[in-house]
């Protein structure tokens, strides 16, 4: 990797990546160099353990450590697509098997007699298959000893994309794997591709795992220059490791608990960074002012009276902690969480009308029509008809123009509504509670 590559280094700076490639990355939030050490996997495919070719079971993905033996290579068609097919025979001191891949022009030049590479893939088994195999017309000539031989096909009948069978030599393995992944072997360099745990990354068009793969590992000595932000007190009492250490093992793990170990930094990570705005916005909402509304133990007591039922211990808790952040300077911010049933509805309500009483306005957010409407009409038969509107899609502009029209008064008002809201016109005066239900639902 060049020197001159930083972690804010658009992607473009760093090799074999051009503007092309980098438009399919954008996809993938992928646009510096950062981004790739922030991009972890989707899931991991366990290539750790090498198999002896003897010891291959079918149906399984295993990975094998193996030289090549012979290579062969043809062209035959799937439909009017040209393939060209690769057949390559690996063998290591156990065994031999047979290994297919597709149109990768550039691998038959670089599977020379001998070579060792990791073969990683699902597993087949040849002689379950063999019955079945149609007839070929793949026509073979000599096979040279030194390298490899290229066949030609003829093109006047179709082939199949199985092994050939009529004028070339059935394999005499029992196993066969078909378009595994392969990782040659690199002497004083760990595996990357197969013979380890191996990261799968979301993808793109134009943008495999390998090729994140790749450059997450040239990019990871860049990791040196994030200081480790979390207190040496925190990491020690919560027993985690180092931010370096978990983005390392957590793209190229050495094993499972490394890797266990690495995502439960990650997981701390991402709860103490959500734990810690949120305390920043709290921080930022006690410096704006909002107008306090008091209400009196007296006066909610005879709001709660003219309920047709008597609250709940759960839910005059609620209301006391709502009441009492109502009387407050700055804005409340509060979430209501209770089951379907449990009387969420009536503590809104009882809030909405300790705010109308202090002669401000209260909008209340419904996600559907329909709940909007039976909020009103409850809210309605409480509050009083003249104190609840209701706004919706439906709503007669006729009727808009005249809720708009109240809004930019003094009176107290509680409107009700749907996203019809969530818009510039609706800019209520002397505005003192808003109240969102099934906010998740509003994204």
């Known amino acids: 990797m060049p020197k001159h590559i930083r972690l804010s280094s658009p992607v473009t700076e760093i090799p074999r990546i051009g503007p092309a490639k980098a438009k399919y990355l954008k996809k993938l939030h992928i646009e510096h160099a950062r981004d790739f050490l922030y991009t972890f996997p989707r899931r991991y495919d366990d290539f750790s353990r090498i198999i002896p070719i003897k010891d291959l079971k079918a149906g399984q993905q295993m990975t094998i450590l193996a030289r090549v033996k012979s290579v062969k290579t043809s062209y035959g068609f799937r439909g009017r697509r040209r393939l060209l097919r690769i057949f390559v025979d690996l063998e290591d001191d156990t065994g031999l098997i047979n290994v297919i891949w597709y149109n990768l022009n550039f691998l038959s030049k670089q599977l020379w007699i001998g070579r060792e590479l990791y073969v990683a893939g699902t597993v087949e088994n040849i002689n379950d298959q063999q019955k079945t195999l149609p007839q070929s017309s793949v026509l073979n000539k000599p096979a040279d000893p030194n390298r490899h031989t290229t066949h030609k096909k003829n093109n006047s009948q179709p082939d199949s994309e199985n092994l050939p069978t009529a004028n070339c030599q059935l394999p005499t393995s029992q196993f066969r794997m078909r378009s595994p992944a392969l990782e040659f072997i690199t002497h004083n360099q760990a595996p990357t591709h197969t013979g380890r745990i191996i990261p799968i990354y979301p993808e793109t068009y134009g943008v495999s795992s390998r090729f994140i793969r790749y450059n997450v590992k040239n990019l990871l000595p860049l990791l040196s220059a994030i200081p480790e932000y979390l207190p040496s007190a925190i990491i020690k009492r919560q027993k985690i490791i180092g931010i370096h250490q978990a983005v390392t093992h957590a793209h190229f793990p050495a094993s499972t608990e490394e890797l266990s170990i690495a995502q439960e930094r990650l997981r701390f990570d991402e709860l103490f960074f959500l734990q810690l705005s949120a305390l920043v916005r709290r921080r930022q909402r006690a410096k704006k002012i909002a107008p306090p509304i008091k209400i009196t133990s007296r006066q909610l007591n005879k709001f709660v009276s003219r309920l047709p039922f008597k609250l709940t211990s759960a839910q005059q808790t609620s209301l006391d902690e709502i009441i009492n952040d109502l009387a407050k300077t700055f804005p409340m911010n509060r979430l209501l969480q209770g089951d379907v049933g449990s009387g969420k509805s009536a503590v809104a309500l009882m809030a909405a009308r300790a705010v109308l009483h202090s002669q401000l306005k ?57 996203h019809s809201l969530l818009n510039e016109e609706v800019a209520p005066t002397h505005l003192g509670l808003v109240i969102i239900d099934e906010q998740h639902r509003f994204g």
Do not use: H
Request: charged fraction near 20%.
């Open 362 to 418: 209260v909008m209340y957010l419904a996600p559907t029509e329909i709940l909007a409407r039976q909020q009103a009409d409850s809210f309605a038969k409480f509050l009083g008809a003249k104190n609840v509107a209701l706004l919706i899609g439906a709503t007669k502009i006729k009727d808009r123009r005249a809720i708009l029209a109240r809004l930019q008064q003094a009176d107290p008002l509680c409107l009700i509504g749907t």
